[in-house]
């Protein structure tokens, strides 16, 4: 049976963790010249609907690295574009390729892709969630902080796909998850029913990004307009004033305290110039930790089919 990665919920703590170690090894392996032709001959599918820099790099870099082919398809420039059923695309990629990564919007649409599809179906980004990114994150608070378990994660800012994920992911891996956003960006009602589950400690949704950061081992954040949210802007912008990781912010948090962003950052709205500078090595770490997971999550969902 295949396997598809297309939301963190789908996922228990050992397949994260799984994900992470086999990550830490391919980066290991690319350091230091070991042979890493894992996928060779095979092919990966990159759909994109939205625009994209790391995602498209790091999975067709990735595949690359792991002696496979990756193949761009814009989603204007294909028949997608055109209306062809995402069904009957599923059903015609199953027979060239061994796997299919696609950023789009709606969720539904990667869902049904990887019903209809007998190959592995990798979700690169829509409005419900990120997992390939937090699937990295976590792979970089890992590597410096040594544990996961037991630290606090905060997210200021729009409960959008990165704080859809980044909640499920950090209370999966046993992280404590703080959230502070404005009243009427919260996160997706399934994902809050999913942090019902976790002990009433482990989680909290707050409007104040000062309660949230206090004693945070590591701040989240993410733009306030999302991909397909350009319309909204100014009135996001209103909405999420006070709601900046500025360094009055990181004065709170515990010492040591790191800060990542998904990138790409709008300096000056929700984060200031200085923090992003002085957290800068982290978050290119974050950055490069794409490279590392995804190719972790090809392997593990290609390799041995
Ligand atoms: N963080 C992220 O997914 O970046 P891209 O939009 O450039 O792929
Ligand atoms: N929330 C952002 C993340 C970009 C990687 C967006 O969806 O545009």
Redesign the pocket.
Known sequence: MKQDLLKLLDLTPEEITAILNRADQLKYEKKHGIPQKYLEGKTLAMIFE?N?T??RVSFEVGMFQLGGHALFLSGKESQIGRGEPIEDTARVLSRYCDGIMIRTFAQAEVEELAQNADIPVING?T?FC?PC?VLADLLTVREHKAVLEGLKLCYIG?G???ANSLIVGGLKMGMEVAVACPEGYDPAPQVLEFAKSSPAHKFSLCRAPKEAAAGADVVFT??W?????EEEKTVREKAFQGYCVDTALMALTNPGCMVQH???AHRGEEITAEVFEAHAQEIFDEAENRLHAQKAVMCLLMENR
């Open positions: 939205k994209s790391r995602t980004l409005d990120h990114q729009d959008n796909n990165m993410d733009v307009a999302s991909m397909g949210q998904c990138l790409p």
